[in-house]
């Protein structure tokens, strides 16, 4: 690491997650506001992606983030390859299971995103990745939770080489963890951020709009009114 | 889980991690000859892993691999991309560092590729994954370790949903820890395995032939000399 002007150092950098979601968009106003540099990380996973990276390039330029990369991740490839055998198969796509978790619930997914994360972190010299991982996703991910994080943690101070020569590690940090939805929507419009630009919905129409009837949507709504805000993103457009 | 038979029920799934070099073949020759239900993962990270993804694909083949799954990973855009800002560049490709590491190093590469192997077993309902990490690469890879493999298990007894409902959890194992490059050949000839079908070499010629001055050239060669036979990759083909 070096300085660019000897009387300015350059700020710490950090990873920060974004899926363009509300969550997220949040841990990344509040990376901002902290002046770290920040380098976004998104993921592209296939078609349904696209409305979250529409919203996280809308996102950074929003809040001004300096680095923002998108990498493509056939994990959607790695899931319907594995099906293609001969396992049962889901009947329908929306609402089904395998083994149990809901469809909505990618294996190993915040594994997979932390671990490219900590190698993006390596490689620019940052000591800290922020997710906007949260208590309200407890019950559905198993990867969200606090003892998840504990665990990515120790496993990170021993997975880098810097780490593991006795040197500082890179630790996930979850700013948004013990907040309910309320509290963080509160945190981010005190930041000044615009939910208008974030993206929730599990299953949005043709026109980008919400479905307003998917779990994510209902959480989302009971956050805005506990607020008692109106949610940007439901506004109409056309009087 | 079903069987296709009660009489004879179906055997364990695993997952193997095959990038087509030595210790990778061995740890896939060991599986098969377990009975296990192998679904070997290779990972196309670019330009460079097309020699590595034949040699996975021939080694597949050979053993009888029921299922190969070769995921693209753009894991060299990650790093690239992430050097096409204002930080040092190393002033040439092969033998530079980054951060102190050599390029050959992918910073948290076996922490990626565990976590993909953990999503594919849990959507298979695999157990076990198999790695070929072991004893001779502890040095340059802090990723390779005994230690780094526990706290990687750790993490993924909580990582899935099975696991963090109380079920079975998914365990990394390496069979080849403990055993040099000599017992690994050993072991993979007894079983039959042809390490012509291999690749080793960091920096292999046009025409596909291992360069026999890098590293991972030079540790396949010791093995051999100690076994006691010629490496079969070394065979001229025409007299």
Known sequence: MHDHN???PRPP???VLLSGGLDSATTLAMAMA???EVWALSFDYGQRAAAEIAASRRLCTHLGVPHHQVLPLALDGLVESALTGD?????DGEGSRIHGVPTTYVPARNTVF???ALG???TIGARTILIGANALDYSGYPDCRPEYLERFNALAAVA???GAAGGPSIRVEAPLMHLGKADIIRAGLALGLDYALTVSCYAPGADGRPCERCESCAIRARGFEEVGVPDP???TETP
Chains 1, 2 share one sequence.
């Open 6 to 8: 000897a009387s300015s």
């Open 13 to 15: 950098r950090t990873v």
């Open 34 to 36: 902290r002046g770290l």
């Open 87 to 91: 396992e049962e198969v889901p009947a």
């Open 114 to 116: 932390l671990a490219l």
């Open 120 to 122: 993006l972190a390596e």
């Open 160 to 162: 880098t080489a810097e």
């Open 233 to 235: 993103i439901l506004r």
